[in-house]
Structures are given as structure tokens and as C-alpha cells.
């Protein structure tokens, strides 16, 4: 296939690809605005401003969750217009084989993997980060709310005592929590107090407590600006234990991951983010190649929609098996690099197997 035509595929893919990509991150803007400006409506110190300023910055990770289906999509799409104008019918009677019309579109689903792990990837988990700080300085003293996926809890075990540590959110890639409660035992298992601060800051050898509120066992209650709670903690095991994986860049990750389990932590959710990201570009290729198994038979009457369907299942199947298999990742039960790659290789042979089977017979 010449330059000309093959510049003129790969182009076709790119311009469907972005109408796809910005009406899928358009749609996800309203939606979570709209979820979140009703969640945080009531509450002291909100504007629309505010919450326009954290679904926009919460947005590119959204929208990179998406990304599988918009390689699906764009694809599917790409090809059933190409057959719509016979433009497929004519490069097939010139000579052209499938496999010579797909290289684009592999090529542009593998550029699109790397520009969304290497480009969108820090962007977006700047912004989720950002994005959680300003929700959390709106919430604060508001909300108590704290979900499990969070794991907010941790116990220390220190000269002066065990320590007993929560908060209502994880903010700084787990290195900062809000409305956070410290309970200290004494030898016999008692609380012997309770500290509720505004902010928590682990620092080396200490937790700084700002705004704190102490409650001791005779039920006095105090106030004090700052306080300090010792620890032998280090940054990495509460990163590995309290920050979600989503905000940390992909360029910091192998970092994060080598020196966490230099400490001892297996730090499987770091891996698997990793290695889901790494393959992230390859995940879209078997996307094109899927949309290919469905969208290049002619119909003189248009593309048949059982044949699409069948696409678009087999799409949100391999979606769903990578969400499960990198659940077994993440809980250590499966090698985080094979959790990864396995729907990848799978979904990959499916597409060239399909492929060859139809072209080449």
C-alpha cells in the first residue's frame, strides 16, 4: 500500500479518535459536574466555580478510564464509514489486503496508548490530586464519610504506645489526611487519648497535627494549633497503604514501587498500575483489531447491527476481564505483569486468529 493511501487511513483514524475522545471527556464533565454540584450543594463555602474547577480537573482521569472504549469505537467507526463510501470494496479490488488497511489504524490505536500513558497520564493524576485537596478543604468538618477502597486506617506502634490513625480523606498521594483522629492506647489496651485534627502531615519521625482537638481519658477537652505525634513510619509504606495509585505519575511509579518494597511492602497496586498503564497502548490495538473482526464485511445496505453488537460485547467483555483480572493483581493472588498483560495477549490472538481465518482462509 502506498504513502498516500496509508497517510489517508491513519488521518481517518485520528479525526474519528478525537470527535470520539472529546465528546467522551465533554460527557464526562457534565455528568460528574452535575453529580458533584449535588452532593456538595449544602454545604458551607460552595460555588458553582468550585465545582466546575474539580470536575474539570478530575475530567482527564475519568476520561482516561475510557480511553479501551474509544479505541473500540473510533475503530469500528473508521471502518464502517470506509465501507460505507466503498473506499474498503476499492483497495480490496486493487490488491490492498486487510492486513495492509489495519497497519494505520493499529499504528494511530498505539500512538493514541502512548500520547494517553505518557502525555494524559501525569496530567490527570495532577488533577485528581489537585482535584481531591479542594474537595477535602470544602468537606472539611462537614463529612465523616470514608470508603473502604481508601483503606484510611493504620496503626502504629511507637515507644510512647500503639496509635490507632483515620481520616476522612487521603490527600498528597497519602502523605496528608483531613479530619483526622489519632487514638493512643496505653500498655493495657485503653484509650487514653483521643487527637482530631483539621490536617495531618507525616514528617520524618512525626505526624504534624494542625488545628487539633484533644479529648484525654477524663473526657476534658482542649484545643491546640499544632501538635506533634511521634512515628517510625515511613513515607513509603503509608504511600503503599493510603494513596490510590491513580495519582501517582507513570514516571514516578517504578520509583515508588522499587523503594516501597525496599521497606518490605509489596506494593501490587503501584505494579498493577504500572503494568495496566504499559500495556494500555498495546490493549488498544487488540481494541482495533476486534472492531476489524466486525466492521469490515460489506453490506450494500449498511453494516449489519448484530455484527456491531457482537463488536461492542466483546469490547465491554475484555474490558470486564481486565478490571477482574487486575482485582487478582492488586490482592497479590496473581503476578501484577501477567494480570496485565493476559486480556491483552488473549483479546490479540482473538483479532489476528479471527483475521486470518476470514482473509486468508
Given at each position: 500500500?502506498?504513502?498516500?493511501?496509508?497517510?489517508?487511513?491513519?488521518?481517518?483514524?485520528?479525526?474519528?479518535?478525537a470527535?470520539?475522545?472529546?465528546?467522551?471527556?465533554?460527557?464526562?464533565?457534565?455528568?460528574?459536574?452535575?453529580?458533584?454540584?449535588?452532593?456538595?450543594?449544602?454545604?458551607?463555602?460552595?460555588?458553582?466555580?468550585?465545582?466546575?474547577?474539580?470536575?474539570?480537573?478530575?475530567?482527564p482521569?475519568?476520561?482516561?478510564?475510557?480511553?479501551?472504549?474509544?479505541?473500540?469505537?473510533?475503530?469500528?467507526?473508521?471502518?464502517?464509514?470506509?465501507?460505507?463510501?466503498?473506499?474498503?470494496?476499492?483497495?480490496r479490488?486493487?490488491?490492498?489486503?486487510?492486513?495492509?488497511?489495519?497497519?494505520?489504524?493499529?499504528?494511530?490505536?498505539?500512538?493514541?496508548?502512548?500520547?494517553?500513558?505518557?502525555?494524559?497520564?501525569?496530567?490527570a493524576?495532577?488533577?485528581?490530586?489537585?482535584?481531591?485537596?479542594?474537595?477535602?478543604?470544602?468537606?472539611?468538618?462537614?463529612s465523616?464519610?470514608?470508603?473502604?477502597?481508601?483503606?484510611?486506617?493504620?496503626?502504629?506502634?511507637?515507644?510512647?504506645?500503639?496509635?490507632?490513625?483515620?481520616?476522612?480523606?487521603?490527600?498528597?498521594?497519602?502523605?496528608?489526611?483531613?479530619?483526622?483522629?489519632?487514638?493512643?492506647?496505653?500498655?493495657?489496651?485503653?484509650?487514653?487519648?483521643?487527637?482530631?485534627?483539621?490536617?495531618?502531615?507525616?514528617?520524618?519521625?512525626?505526624?504534624?497535627?494542625?488545628?487539633?482537638?484533644?479529648?484525654?481519658?477524663?473526657?476534658?477537652?482542649?484545643?491546640?494549633?499544632?501538635?506533634?505525634?511521634?512515628?517510625?513510619?515511613?513515607?513509603?509504606?503509608?504511600?503503599?497503604?493510603?494513596?490510590?495509585?491513580?495519582?501517582?505519575?507513570?514516571?514516578?511509579?517504578?520509583?515508588?514501587?522499587?523503594?516501597?518494597?525496599?521497606?518490605?511492602?509489596?506494593?501490587n497496586?503501584?505494579?498493577?498500575?504500572?503494568?495496566?498503564?504499559l500495556?494500555?497502548?498495546f490493549?488498544?490495538?487488540?481494541?482495533?483489531?476486534?472492531a476489524?473482526?466486525?466492521?469490515?464485511?460489506?453490506?450494500r445496505m449498511?453494516?449489519?447491527?448484530?455484527?456491531?453488537?457482537?463488536?461492542?460485547?466483546?469490547?465491554?467483555?475484555?474490558?470486564?476481564v481486565?478490571?477482574?483480572?487486575?482485582?487478582?493483581?492488586?490482592?497479590?493472588?496473581?503476578?501484577?505483569?501477567?494480570?496485565?498483560?493476559?486480556?491483552?495477549?488473549?483479546?490479540?490472538?482473538?483479532?489476528?486468529?479471527?483475521?486470518?481465518?476470514?482473509?486468508?482462509?
Amino acid at each position: 500500500m502506498g504513502w498516500t493511501l496509508g497517510r489517508y487511513f491513519f488521518f481517518r483514524y485520528v479525526a474519528i479518535t478525537a470527535w470520539f475522545f472529546l465528546g467522551i471527556a465533554a460527557l464526562i464533565f457534565l455528568i460528574d459536574f452535575t453529580e458533584l454540584a449535588g452532593r456538595t450543594a449544602r454545604l458551607p463555602g460552595f460555588t458553582y466555580a468550585i465545582a466546575l474547577t474539580i470536575s474539570a480537573l478530575r475530567a482527564p482521569m475519568l476520561t482516561l478510564q475510557m480511553v479501551p472504549f474509544v479505541g473500540l469505537f473510533s475503530a469500528m467507526a473508521m471502518l464502517v464509514s470506509l465501507n460505507r463510501k466503498y473506499e474498503l470494496v476499492i483497495a480490496r479490488s486493487a490488491g490492498i489486503s486487510a492486513w495492509q488497511f489495519l497497519l494505520p489504524a493499529c499504528i494511530g490505536a498505539l500512538a493514541f496508548g502512548v500520547l494517553a500513558v505518557g502525555v494524559m497520564n501525569p496530567l490527570a493524576a495532577y488533577g485528581l490530586s489537585r482535584s481531591e485537596t479542594i474537595e477535602s478543604d470544602l468537606r472539611s468538618g462537614y463529612s465523616n464519610e470514608v470508603t473502604a477502597a481508601a483503606v484510611p486506617w493504620l496503626r502504629q506502634k511507637t515507644s510512647e504506645g500503639d496509635t490507632i490513625i483515620g481520616a476522612r480523606a487521603i490527600l498528597s498521594q497519602g502523605l496528608e489526611m483531613a479530619d483526622a483522629s489519632f487514638f493512643q492506647f496505653d500498655g493495657d489496651g485503653n484509650i487514653v487519648t483521643r487527637k482530631d485534627a483539621r490536617h495531618a502531615y507525616l514528617r520524618d519521625g512525626y505526624w504534624e497535627l494542625q488545628d487539633v482537638t484533644v479529648l484525654d481519658a477524663n473526657g476534658s477537652v482542649s484545643r491546640k494549633d499544632n501538635d506533634r505525634i511521634a512515628t517510625d513510619l515511613k513515607p513509603e509504606f503509608v504511600q503503599d497503604r493510603l494513596a490510590q495509585p491513580e495519582t501517582i505519575p507513570f514516571y514516578d511509579l517504578p520509583g515508588k514501587i522499587a523503594v516501597a518494597r525496599s521497606f518490605g511492602a509489596k506494593a501490587n497496586a503501584f505494579a498493577m498500575q504500572f503494568d495496566s498503564l504499559l500495556a494500555l497502548p498495546f490493549l488498544l490495538v487488540a481494541m482495533t483489531l476486534i472492531a476489524a473482526t466486525v466492521s469490515m464485511r460489506f453490506a450494500r445496505m449498511g453494516q449489519s447491527g448484530t455484527m456491531i453488537l457482537g463488536g461492542i460485547v466483546a469490547g465491554f467483555l475484555l474490558y470486564v476481564v481486565s478490571v477482574l483480572v487486575k482485582a487478582f493483581g492488586v490482592a497479590g493472588l496473581v503476578p501484577p505483569v501477567v494480570a496485565a498483560w493476559f486480556p491483552v495477549v488473549v483479546a490479540m490472538f482473538f483479532g489476528v486468529t479471527f483475521l486470518l481465518y476470514k482473509e486468508d482462509g
